[in-house]
C-alpha cells in the first residue's frame, strides 16, 4: 500500500497501512493528522527563538521538538524518496547536500539591507527551494514555516500566516515547483511586517 508520499510497502509505516509508525499507537490516518497538529501547537509554545546559524541542524531541532511527542524519528532526515502527485522532492541521498547549499545561502543573507519587494522575492525562492527539499518523512510544513519565522524575527520582520487561506497558500506552493515564485512573493507581502523599534523619548526635562 502506497502512504500520501507515494512510498510503496514502507517500513517505517504499519504493515497494510500508509500510516507512518508513531509512539502513540494511532493507525487512522486522520487521527494521526490531529494528534500532529495538536502536539506540535502545544510544543510550538515553548520552543525558544534561536540564535544563528540558521543550518540543518537549527532546523532539524525544531522538527525534533515539535514531533518528538509523536514520532521517534522526529529530527532526524528521511531516508526514502518521496512525491506527492506529480511532484517528486528531493532524492534522500541528496537532502544534505542540497539542504547545506541553500541554508547556506540564507543564513549569510542580511534581509535589511534590501528594499522590500527584493526581500520578498528572496524570502519566497529560499521557502520555495527549501519546500522541494522536504527533507523530513512528515512534518516539513510546520517545520519549515517555524524555521522562517525565527530566520525573519532576526531580520526585524514578523509572519502571521492568519492572512492568507489553505488554498492560497498550497496553490502558492504548487506554483513554486514550477519556479513561479510569484504567487509566494505576493503571500509573504500580506504576511510579512516590518517590527517596529521601540520609539525613544526625546523630552528629557
Known sequence: MKDKYAVIADPACYPGTGVLRNKLNIVDPDALEAAEAAFAATAVQSIELGAPPFDLAYLCSLHRQLFDEVYEWAGMLRTVDIAKGTTRFCISNRIKAEAHRLLSQLDATDLTTLPRSAQMALVAELYGELNMIH?????NGRTQRLFFEH???LNGLAVSWRHVSAGTW??????????DYVPLEEVFDRCITQIEEPSVDQDHD
Do not use: D
Open 151 to 153: 530566520w525573519l524575527l
Open 170 to 179: 498550497v496553490a502558492a506552493c504548487i506554483a513554486a515547483v514550477s519556479c
Open 135 to 139: 527533507p523530513f518523512r512528515e512534518g
